[in-house]
């Protein structure tokens, strides 16, 4: 990113693992950055580190309840959510909650600003895929009862409002389509699969595969979702684009790759498989590649090896 003048950008979630690479990444490029967070997942570290920034302010706060900021605010980027199935399926209304009222709170913060507005959306929106590979104009096929369905539909609803906001109160919008993102940062108990597999790999026990390990995901290092964010931020783009690596992988190659570079004799074990999970996930990242001169960089190994040590005990 290269420097630009100071101007102000309000991250809502910004100390959870996302948000906090782009608090730092942002701070970098000479913006000044406040963070709203209510601290229900994220890790306070990733703030605190933070801190002694100048233009950095923490503001401990649940999104769902009015946002008040004073002075000019540039951008509005609203991160805040419950991305990890432990973590959405432990809190599933306060996923709902952050996905509606805190979308509705972080909108009329952006209009009131006449700030742009950009939401964190996510693979989600597509379920349990039909459609493979997945292009941002497939409606998705979603189970909203299911034990996902909170957020999934906690997305699908926000993608919704923001566009409803672009068509009647004209407000500049963006809508970023996360697909699995890894990286240093995350939490060892974040419950998704490359912590998971990191964690268990390095502490000698069994690799918990779900099913038998043929579902696929498309996993993209945080650097290169932080840059295709930062194009998108600064695009003129309004309808939704797809960020994340289209390499895909089977759960079962994930977990060998893990143990070569780790040097595990960990083995792997097999459970159940959970209720929803879908069976493919991987992205059509042609929008992104032609409109924001982007894709990622960072193949696979090279981003798990550049995360490991982040978990190391």
Not at 228 to 254: A, D, K
Not at 268 to 277: C, M, N, S, T
Not at 284 to 292: E, G, R, T, V
């Amino acid at each position: 990113m290269s420097k630009v003048s100071a101007k102000r950008a309000v991250i809502t979630g910004g100390a959870g693992f996302i948000g906090a690479h782009l608090c730092r990444s942002l701070l970098g490029s000479g913006y000044k950055v406040i963070c709203i967070d209510n601290f229900i997942t994220a890790a306070a570290g990733n703030s605190q580190s933070l801190a002694k920034n100048k233009n950095f302010t923490l503001i401990k706060q649940d999104i769902c309840k009015y946002i008040d900021i004073p002075g000019k605010v540039d951008y509005v980027l609203h991160c805040a959510s419950l991305a990890s199935p432990e973590d959405y399926l432990h809190f599933p209304i306060q996923t709902l909650k952050a996905g509606s009222l805190g979308t509705h709170n972080s909108l009329g913060l952006a209009k009131t600003k006449k700030a742009v507005f950009m939401l964190f959306s996510t693979s989600e929106v597509y379920g349990d895929p039909l459609v493979h590979p997945q292009k941002e104009s497939y409606w998705g096929n979603v189970n909203p009862i299911g034990v996902r369905g909170c957020y999934d539909e906690s997305k699908r609803f926000a993608e919704a409002l923001t566009m409803a906001y672009r068509r009647v109160h004209k407000l500049d919008t963006k809508i970023a389509r996360i697909f699995n993102t890894y990286g240093p940062g995350m939490r060892s108990n974040d419950g998704r699969v490359i912590p998971n597999f990191i964690c268990q790999a390095l502490h000698n026990k069994p690799l918990t595969v779900y099913g038998r390990g043929e579902q696929t995901r498309s996993f993209c290092y945080i650097d290169d979702l932080i840059e295709g964010l930062y194009r998108l931020m600064l695009s003129s783009l309004n309808e939704p684009v797809n960020l994340g690596n289209p390499h895909e992988f089977t759960i079962l190659q994930l977990a060998g790759l893990v143990l070569k570079i780790t040097g595990s004799k960990s083995r792997i074990i097999f459970k159940k498989l959970p209720q929803d999970d879908p069976r493919q996930r991987r992205p059509d990242i042609s929008k992104a590649k032609k409109a924001l001169k982007w894709e990622p960089q960072i193949p696979l190994s090279a981003g798990l090896k550049k995360t490991i040590p982040w978990f190391k005990p």
